[in-house]
């Protein structure tokens, strides 16, 4: 099969793309071919060797896709062949064929189209957990979302506006403002203008996974609000003063996708709360960037560069 794979880590020139062995499925997996393959800052950081990747010969990259069942295990019960499902946490995913454990398979509601449940797995499901397992905002609570037009911002707004809360948030350009005051959030800033001093001490929850912005989400807080850190798309947050935070009664939640999907029931009963915020057309996403596979050089650039909106989807 072909795939896009890496023999070192470092910046996108190291992505070849070329052929490798399939992989062989055990009795309880999935032989699934890709249809599309999500791109997610994760592969970034496991390109450059900063984050766990499965160890392989060479290195494949990717963790998400949606694709069709051509083979099954003699032991697989949940599902059949020529059925195409999502996953969201499973490795070397950025090939013509994937390897998936049963238990990792998660169902698409005929309701829900192929593209869109790649757009939205696992940027959807992450926004869930850090919604409702770290957030638990009350209706009326004032959130500030960094980052609020890229794909979790996306989605996190939206569910945020939902469920009844007051939604802020900064974005990079003009256009990225309008698209997440048309997603309903009430006040969006520029990112290089002068709103930090203004909002400081504003906020209930500020929402955080560009890492670099991590004192100024501190100084955003009100006494005894929460940081809720995600993530490093603009950087390695820098030190802070916990006794600072103490003094304030500020805290710092943090949080894994993967430690949030640790079975076929969760990944199941989270995946149908995703997808019923779209099935009543509760929340809306920009349409996905589509790369072919073998141009999986450019599509890192793009989402290394921070100026993408939305999902960037690999197509075998
Ligand atoms: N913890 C988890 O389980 C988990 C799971 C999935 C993703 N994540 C993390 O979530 C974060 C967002 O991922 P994503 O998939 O939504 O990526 P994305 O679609 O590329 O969005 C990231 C946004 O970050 C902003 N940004 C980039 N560089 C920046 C910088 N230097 N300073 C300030 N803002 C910057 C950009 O927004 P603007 O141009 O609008 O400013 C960009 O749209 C990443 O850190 C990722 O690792 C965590």
Do not use: C
């Not at 984050?51 to 998400?64: A, L, R, V």
């Not at 013509?96 to 509601?109: D, F, M, T």
């Not at 989402?303 to 989807?313: A, C, D, Q, V």
Request: net charge neutral; glycine share 10%.
């Amino acid at each position: 099969m072909k795939a896009l794979y890496f023999n070192e880590f470092g910046t996108p020139d190291v992505l070849q793309y070329g052929s490798v062995p399939d992989p062989r499925i055990t009795d309880t997996e999935l032989l699934v071919e890709m249809k599309f393959i999500g791109l997610n800052f994760a592969d970034i950081y496991r390109r450059q060797g900063t984050y766990h990747i499965k160890k392989n010969t060479p290195y494949i990259d990717g963790y998400e896709g949606v694709g069709t069942i051509i083979a099954a295990g003699i032991n697989v019960t949940k599902f059949h062949v020529s059925e195409t499902i999502l996953f969201v946490d499973v490795p070397l995913a950025n090939a013509q064929l994937v390897a998936v454990p049963e238990n990792h398979g998660i169902k698409i509601p005929a309701s829900i189209d192929f593209k869109l449940a790649a757009s939205i797995g696992l940027q959807g499901l992450t926004a869930d957990f850090l919604a409702h397992d770290l957030g638990q905002n009350k209706p009326g609570d004032n959130v500030f979302i960094h980052g609020i037009s890229g794909g979790v911002g996306q989605l996190l707004s939206q569910m945020l506006t939902a469920d009844g809360i007051n939604v802020f948030g900064v974005t990079s350009t003009e256009e990225k403002q309008h698209l997440a005051i048309k997603q309903g959030a009430k006040k969006v800033f520029l990112r290089n203008s002068k709103w930090l001093k203004q909002y400081a001490g504003s906020f209930n929850t500020v929402y955080d996974g560009i890492g670099s912005t991590l004192n100024q989400s501190i100084q955003l807080l009100k006494h005894r609000g929460k940081v809720v850190f995600f993530g490093m798309a603009g950087g390695n947050p820098p030190a802070f003063n916990l006794i600072e935070l103490l003094n304030q009664s500020k805290s710092i939640l943090t949080g894994d996708l993967w430690d949030y999907l640790t079975s076929y029931s969760e990944r199941k009963s989270r995946s149908q709360r995703l997808f019923g915020y779209f099935e009543s057309q509760t929340i809306t996403i920009s349409a996905p960037t589509i790369f072919a596979l073998s141009d999986g050089q450019e599509a890192h650039e793009l989402l290394e560069s921070g100026r993408s909106t939305g999902k960037i989807l690999l197509r075998p």
